[in-house]
């Protein structure tokens, strides 16, 4: 059953300014620098830090980078990354 949650949306009933969604992205596998979910079940490293992963990192060619609104929050480029991750 696919998700309609946003296509119900009532955008002049809702605050929904500067959210990605809106951004009309069309995001694929090579957005990502890796998308494998078993990089998520390694063990923590020696000292006890979780271990480097690339899952739903940007790639460095991503349209994650750089397509988000200047809202007074920090950023190394211009505008904002958009995810959990910076590059």
């Known amino acids: 059953m696919p ?5 119900r949306t009532d955008a002049a009933k809702c605050d ?9 992205l069309k995001l694929t ?6 998308i494998d979910e078993k990089e998520l079940l390694q063990p923590r490293l020696s000292d006890g ?3 480097a992963v690339r899952f739903m990192h940007p790639a460095p060619d ?5 397509p988000g609104v200047n809202v007074g929050l920090p950023s190394q480029g ?5 995810g959990a991750f910076g590059p």
């Open 3 to 7: 998700r309609t949650d946003l296509a």
């Open 16 to 24: 929904i300014a500067n959210n990605s969604w809106g951004l009309g």
């Open 29 to 34: 596998d090579r957005d990502f620098a890796g």
């Open 49 to 51: 830090e979780l271990p």
């Open 62 to 66: 991503s349209q994650l980078l750089g």
């Open 78 to 82: 211009p505008a904002p990354d958009l």
